[in-house]
């Protein structure tokens, strides 16, 4: 368990992209503070306007200074016109287009195809804007643990992936990414620990 509690950056990050979003973190996110990083709504779903409100709850709650679609169609963007303050929305496409803001690093990582929550992190450590390049390496060996804590994610989403890095950060805590756990086998190990967890309750 980490020491503290990290506090929240005054930016929130919205977006379908993991690689856009790492990028992003990577220029945003400061040591012992978190960078809130969430999904765009679904809107293909039949449930749209609930995708929609779940997040508008989620910005409210975070509160941020400047909330970032990154790369969200406009039609999605026009979704939270009516629910979030005016004058707080930045609509982007690259990364590079947060420059006259916010500046960005002058050390670049290179990064491949895969493990992306790990050379996030890393990028994060170092101070460097990830890049991406799918030649690049992306080596698999975890981001040590700095005081001893250790945030373990799943290889097969990179949304959560970034989610990881930016938390893991926040906390000084290393990353270890892990392959995919079978989905019957990941609700058993649920059952497992609820029993656990149940039995601990006075």
């Not at 939270?80 to 006259?100: C, K, Y």
């Not at 250790?150 to 990414?177: H, K, P, S, W």
Request: glycine share 8%; net charge neutral.
């Amino acid at each position: 368990m980490a020491e503290r509690v990290p506090g929240l950056l005054p930016w929130l990050a919205m977006g379908d992209d993991p690689r856009l979003l790492a990028q992003v973190a990577t220029v945003l996110a400061r040591r012992g503070s978190y960078l809130p990083v969430i999904d765009g709504p679904r809107v293909h779903r039949p449930d749209r306007d609930a995708e929609v409100i779940r997040r508008s709850n989620a910005i409210a709650r975070v509160r941020p200074r400047e909330i970032l679609f990154a790369a969200l169609p406009s039609a999605t963007c026009d979704l939270f016109t009516d629910r979030i303050p005016r004058g707080r929305a930045l609509r982007i496409d690259s990364v590079d287009e947060l420059e006259q803001r916010h500046g960005l690093p002058s050390k670049r990582l290179a990064w491949g195809e895969t493990n992306l929550g790990l050379g996030t992190l890393r990028a994060l450590r170092d101070g460097r804007r990830i890049v991406f390049d799918d030649g690049a390496a992306c080596p698999q060996e975890p981001v040590a643990s700095r005081p001893g804590h250790l945030v373990v994610c799943e290889t097969d989403d990179e949304f959560a992936q970034v989610v990881a890095a930016n938390y893991a950060f926040a906390i000084d805590a290393g990353l270890c990414l892990i392959p995919a756990v079978a989905e019957e086998q990941a609700q058993e190990l649920l059952a497992h620990v609820s029993l656990i967890g149940g039995g601990c309750r006075m």
